[in-house]
């Protein structure tokens, strides 16, 4: 991953995010990388998730290194891969927030901004770029 992280989202875990084996079900891991990606976007002024320019999710990419259990605070990290055209690689890291050495997940994400009503892709905006340089 290049540089440091573009962001860092520290979350509870819940019970309710538990399976039937005690540990949190790895589908909720993805809605834990979504709520770090959303809350970077909704720091980035001049972003709104309701412009008619926002980004889909096409790709991801999840390496499942250790169970989370329950009570837990993880660590989301992210990182920016690659900036493309109208689309970005965002890495991601997800640790204990205490300990970053507990290592629970890592692996990447591709985004593409797309016009919402057309459904084809555009650039990305200016404000994206700029957020992806800090």
């Not at 300990?99 to 997940?105: E, I, M, R, T």
């Not at 990305?124 to 800090?134: F, R, S, Y």
């Amino acid at each position: 991953m290049q540089g440091g992280p573009i962001a860092r989202v520290v979350i509870s875990v819940r019970w309710g995010d538990m399976d039937a084996f005690n540990h949190v079900n790895n589908a909720q891991y993805l809605r834990y990388l979504e709520e770090a990606r959303v809350q970077w976007l909704a720091g980035i002024p001049g972003v709104s998730l309701a412009d008619r320019i926002a980004p889909v999710l096409v790709a991801s990419n999840v390496n499942y290194r250790r169970p989370i259990e329950w009570p837990n605070e993880i660590a989301v990290e992210l990182f920016i891969e690659k900036i493309g055209n109208s689309s970005l690689t965002m890495g991601h890291r997800m640790s204990s927030s205490t300990d970053g050495a507990v290592l629970y997940s890592d692996g990447n994400v591709v985004m593409v901004w797309i016009d919402t009503q057309t459904g084809k892709s555009v650039p990305l905006p200016e404000a994206i770029k700029a957020a992806c340089a800090v």
